[in-house]
């Protein structure tokens, strides 16, 4: 069978799946001090740095000038010169709620810390942005008020 959920169902077992995943990074939230995710975004950015050849770089936090000239509006940016995502490595990081480039364990990543702690924060979304090889990728990552309860 090439089908994973069928053969776990025909083996006796399911996969388990998150509804309302909404509600779960609300509870998660709770859990993170209101200023985790400047800790967060930033040990994010030096992984990539260190990730570079030469292991050293430039993290910046700012505002993002382009979004206050266009709207008026402050927002929080991070920028590093680290070593990037592709597009599909975006997907797979951001899109599922625990992941990480990095080992996860208990005692070091657990591969949920800046989504929980700025997504729960930021009831707009968060922007992500990474250049690879010379190609751009943007997702972002917020919460559908429409579908959060249906599945």
């Known amino acids: 069978m090439s089908d994973p959920t069928a053969a776990a169902s025909a083996s006796g077992t399911l996969p388990i799946k998150v509804k309302n995943t909404g509600f779960l990074l609300d509870r998660l939230g709770e859990d993170c001090h209101p200023l985790q995710y400047l800790r967060e975004l930033t040990t994010n950015a030096i992984e990539a740095v260190l990730r570079t050849p030469s292991r050293s770089g430039e993290i910046v936090w700012d505002v993002d000038w382009i979004t206050y000239d266009l709207k008026g509006v402050h927002n929080l940016c991070i920028t590093d010169n680290g070593d990037g995502m592709a597009g599909p490595q975006m997907v797979d990081y951001i899109n599922q709620l ?54």
């Not at 930021?122 to 690879?132: D, E, F, I, K, T």
């Open 98 to 151: 625990s992941s990480s480039g990095s080992e996860q364990s208990m005692s070091g990543n657990y591969g949920i810390g800046a989504k929980i702690a700025t997504a729960t924060r930021n009831h707009a979304g968060v922007m992500y942005l990474s250049w690879r090889e010379g190609q751009g990728a943007l997702i972002h990552f917020w919460k559908d008020s429409v579908t959060e309860l249906t599945d």
